[in-house]
């Protein structure tokens, strides 16, 4: 099994920033990727970031140049730094990760941390 611990989420206005972290224990594999999708009121869940342990990342389109995805491989936490803050952003930030295997890949998922933007 794998635990996941979010924390960083609140109250921001507009322009503002936060930043987010997530810590992992437990059953962690060599290979896997992290990352964080939020999930806004009557919305599906959706990617904002992904991140795999060599380095690579990914970003919905919606933001890119905005928000930044990291990783200590050491501490097996994941970061997201948030800036230029927009209303939309409002929304769940659930922690993810992704455990591969020769036989798939396995989801874990943190308990979520709300962020919420005011304009």
């Known amino acids: 099994q794998v635990q996941l611990v979010e924390s960083g989420g609140g109250l921001v206005q507009v322009g503002g920033s936060l930043r987010l972290s997530c810590a992992a224990s437990g059953s962690i594999f060599s290979i896997n990727a992290m990352g964080w999708y939020r999930q806004a009121p009557g919305k599906q869940r959706e990617l904002v970031a992904t991140i795999t342990r060599g380095g690579s990342t990914n970003y919905a389109d919606s933001v890119k140049g905005r928000l930044t995805i990291s990783r200590d491989n050491a501490k097996n936490t994941v970061y997201l730094q948030m800036n230029s803050l927009k209303p939309e952003d409002t929304a769940v930030y659930y922690c993810?990760?992704?455990?591969?295997?020769?036989?798939?890949?396995?989801?874990?998922w943190g308990q979520g941390t709300q962020v919420t933007v005011s304009s």
């Open positions: 993810n990760l992704r455990n591969y295997d020769a036989l798939g890949a396995y989801d874990y």
